[in-house]
């Protein structure tokens, strides 16, 4: 376990405690740890996964529709 003395925001100290209070934490470095995990839980920082790539890729390949104007938009969609 790294120990480290860290400077945060009046801000991320609120946040922190609502997390500490939320999963009924014993302490700030448990919060700490919460939210990293939640990062990481997120996808943040990772690279794009192959799936969504496909999944892009698909999208892509499919037929767009010109909507043009708000007006073209309601007389198609029967907004009017």
């Known amino acids: 376990m790294v120990k480290a003395i860290v400077d945060i925001s009046?801000?991320?100290?609120?946040?922190?405690?609502?997390?500490?209070?939320?999963y009924g934490l014993k302490d700030k470095s448990e919060a700490i740890n919460k939210v990293v995990e939640k990062f990481e839980e997120f996808g943040m920082g990772e690279e794009v996964r192959p799936e969504?790539?496909?999944?892009?890729?698909?999208?892509?390949?499919?037929?767009?529709?010109?909507?043009g104007s708000?007006?073209?938009?309601?007389?198609?969609?029967?907004l009017e």
Request: glycine share 2%; hydrophobic share 35%; net charge positive.
């Open 52 to 67: 969504y790539i496909k999944k892009l890729r698909r999208i892509q390949r499919e037929k767009t529709i010109r909507v």
């Open 10 to 22: 009046e801000k991320a100290n609120r946040v922190l405690n609502i997390v500490k209070a939320e």
């Open 70 to 78: 708000a007006e073209d938009f309601r007389k198609r969609y029967g």
